[in-house]
T-cell receptor, first 114, second 115 residues
Framework: AQSVTQPDIHITVSEGASLELRCNYS??????LFWYVQSPGQGLQLLLK??????LVQGIKGFEAEFKRSQSSFNLRKPSVHWSDAAEYFC????????????FGQGTTLQVKP | DGGITQSPKYLFRKEGQNVTLSCEQN?????MYWYRQDPGQGLRLIYY???????QKGDIAEGYSVSREKKESFPLTVTSAQKNPTAFYLC??????????????FGSGTQLSVL
């Protein structure tokens, strides 16, 4: 079955600390992978995506993610978190035949301590 | 500016009532989608449409209906058959090409609550 798992429902980090949000997926075909961010009561904004090529992808707001096929993972990282990064983060997977019909993880809520 | 507009921001439904959520885009996107978001469950696909006058059921279509009479518009009706309609509803759009790298653009959502 196709699925996305974000093992951490809630993460708290101090401002300036590094961040890693985990994402594991199960997908039968070649996956397209995405990370989205959502502020409260708002829609989702794309942070970055992996389709092919370099397995380390850079996104907006200083985020990056690394695709590891052997581990079926696509973890999101940021070297130094800012208070404005507090939000909910969603990992999603799509297929080569339908990139819009995404399967989303449950989301990870990030809290940033001053 | 191009984007996706969802209205209303907040909507209340009475028992046995059908309500319609609006979604309009001016991005000239072919495909449009409706997702439902419940706390702790991420987003689940309700319906999607790749072209005008055609749409497909997603994972949780029961109790919902859609239409796609215009490229720009993809309204979602929450019918009285949907017994647990309280959720945050997100509309999205994308260009539609198989194997393409097009991303989803999301609206700002509609919070539906039951009175």
């Amino acid at each position: 079955a196709q699925s996305v798992t974000q093992p951490d429902i809630h993460i708290t980090v101090s401002e300036g600390a590094s961040l890693e949000l985990r994402c594991n997926y199960s997908y039968g075909a070649t996956p397209y992978l995405f990370w989205y961010v959502q502020s409260p009561g708002q829609g989702l904004q794309l942070l970055l995506k992996y389709f092919s090529g370099d397995t380390l992808v850079q996104g907006i707001k200083g985020f990056e993610a690394e695709f590891k096929r052997s581990q079926s993972s696509f973890n999101l990282r940021k070297p130094s978190v800012h208070w404005s990064d507090a939000a909910e983060y969603f990992c999603a997977v799509g297929g080569t035949s339908n990139t819009g019909k995404l399967i989303f993880g449950q989301g990870t809520t990030l809290q940033v301590k001053p | 500016d191009g984007g996706i507009t969802q209205s209303p921001k907040y909507l209340f439904r009475k028992e046995g009532q059908n309500v319609t959520l609006s979604c309009e885009q001016n991005l000239n996107h072919d495909a449009m989608y409706w997702y439902r978001q419940d706390p702790g469950q991420g987003l689940r696909l309700i319906y999607y449409s790749q072209i005008v006058n055609d749409f497909q059921k997603g994972d949780i279509a029961e109790g919902y209906s859609v239409s796609r009479e215009k490229k720009e518009s993809f309204p979602l009706t929450v019918t009285s058959a949907q017994k647990n309609p309280t959720a945050f509803y997100l509309c999205a759009s994308s260009m539609w090409r198989a194997g393409s790298e097009e991303k989803l653009f999301f609206g700002s959502g509609t919070q539906l609550s039951v009175l």
